[in-house]
T-cell receptor, first 113, second 113 residues
Framework: GENVEQHPSTLSVQEGDSAVIKCTYS??????FPWYKQELGKRPQLIID?????GEKKDQRIAVTLNKTAKHFSLHITETQPEDSAVYFC????????????FGKGTHLIIQP | AAGVIQSPRHLIKEKRETATLKCYPI?????VYWYQQGPGQDPQFLIS???????DKGSIPDRFSAQQFSDYHSELNMSSLELGDSALYFC????????????FGQGTRLTVV
């Protein structure tokens, strides 16, 4: 089955700086890669996703890159703000939807004022 | 906008009891997914349904069963509960024909004592 590795487990950055979270996956058939933000005690919320026919996608301060050859994808957050503090999960799926998502272990992002 | 509704939000059961969790997807969404998230853990995929048929199966124990009804709501039935079943159970829904992203409900927090 799919195995998703996520690094780092904790990331502390100064407000205004950029944050990068990286994930690798094992199943070359995976073709859907969403990123979820989860605040303490709340549900995971989709913040951005990318499909295998695209190498990069951007939405305001958030961008995701995908390297299918190397089987890794990354989340980039620029100009970080205190409200960006949360746990971020990457995930991968074989289907082009959320069927059977395999999640990474999560990254606790801390924005220092 | 309407979101995924889960009930109950909190549930306390004793060992060996049974529990039923309900999920009402976003209107017009035909696909439902169930995830289990232990404390400090990543969400683990349990099972999914598309048009009332099981579409994928993950790490769902044999003691658990689920189904999707004609109105697309889904129920997760859990029997012979164990202490280790204590977790947040999330339901997510999507409209697969249009490859719409999966949106998570608020979750049901199950505590087995």
């Amino acid at each position: 089955g799919e195995n998703v590795e996520q690094h780092p487990s904790t990331l502390s950055v100064q407000e205004g700086d950029s944050a990068v979270i990286k994930c690798t996956y094992s199943d070359s058939a995976s073709n859907y890669f969403p990123w979820y933000k989860q605040e303490l005690g709340k549900r995971p919320q989709l913040i951005i996703d990318i499909r295998s026919n695209v190498g990069e996608k951007k939405d305001q301060r958030i961008a995701v890159t995908l390297n299918k050859t190397a089987k890794h994808f990354s989340l980039h957050i620029t100009e970080t703000q205190p409200e960006d503090s949360a746990v971020y999960f990457c995930a991968a799926s074989r289907s082009e939807s959320a069927d059977g998502l395999t999640f990474g272990k999560g990254t606790h992002l801390i924005i220092q004022p | 906008a309407a979101g995924v509704i889960q009930s109950p939000r909190h549930l306390i059961k004793e060992k060996r009891e049974t529990a039923t969790l309900k999920c009402y997807p976003i209107p017009r969404h035909d696909t439902v997914y169930w995830y289990q998230q232990g404390p400090g853990q990543d969400p683990q995929f349990l099972i999914s349904f598309y048009e009332k048929m099981q579409s994928d199966k993950g790490s769902i124990p044999d003691r658990f069963s689920a189904q999707q009804f004609s109105d697309y709501h889904s129920e997760l039935n859990m029997s012979s509960l164990e202490l280790g079943d204590s977790a947040l159970y999330f339901c997510a829904s999507s409209l697969d024909d249009q490859r719409v992203e999966a949106f998570f409900g608020q979750g049901t927090r199950l505590t087995v004592v």
